[in-house]
């Protein structure tokens, strides 16, 4: 045996020292979502593209309110088209969604909101036709209303008509769909206005690891200088441990090794973890019991 103030820390200290780089990077992230714009995320491309995962940038150029019915509405909830730099999406928002995604106090009047020259850069959530697990997010009848709003949008229209007044003397069917191609209709998601969640996620969530890994130090720390402790207790009691602790071992009147604990002298040792030392004098009696797994093996003992 020997003296060690780390036994039954060495799992915990890798575990913090593993928390601590996690720590960092989230605190990082929140950082940098703190002090960072969301046109520099965007021009660094962390941007809306026909991609379809979690949290992004977009480049708003218009909006046109649509007339979409779906019963998961609530009541002040509207369907969208949403005109892009890289294309047209829907998107599900409220008056005060809105708002916050064209940076506006207000909501202009009328069917179409016109912001291109504003420069605008949002973030969004993308909202995929079919979420984890297999859960619909996007019904199939509600689809076939995201693909007829194609057919009958403001904004998808005057599109179309830009492209064939630019086309008009090179006009060929390759070279209409191409360039449509350009700036596509994504159908099969639609985008939501970033909410509670993702302020949990980005500010909640690194504070919480940052939390567990101070919890988690502290506790190490703790034991350390439990088994500090105890060893000094050990050598003042018994002066011929203090150079030679594994005389312990060697005279030992009891010892079970699967336990780890022993007997030496009028005390009782526990070694298996971090170090214990207690004379049996502070006893009346002692029960040793396991823990065991889902298929019967000790994982633990106690005392």
Known sequence: MKKSYLRGTRLKIFLAIILVFVSLIAIRASYNSYTKSAETFYNEGDQF????????????EALEELDIVDEK????EKFYMVQHEHGFVILKATKDDIKKLIHSSDVPEGKIINVKDKHLYSLIDIIEEKGSKGRTNISSELLDKFKAAEGHSTLINGRISDVFKELEAIRTTVNYKRKLQEKP???????????????????????????VTLFLIRSIIKEIRKARDEYEELFIEYPETEHDVDILIREAKYINKNLRVLIYKDALVFYGGVFNFELLSGFSKITFSDVRDSKGRVTEYTA
């Open 49 to 60: 593209t026909g991609n379809y995962s979690g949290y992004t940038y977009i480049k708003l």
């Open 185 to 211: 209709f994504i159908f099969n998601v639609y985008i939501k206005v970033s909410g509670t969640l993702y302020y949990l996620s980005t500010y909640g969530l690194p504070a919480f690891i940052v939390l």
């Open 73 to 76: 509405l609530a009541n002040d």
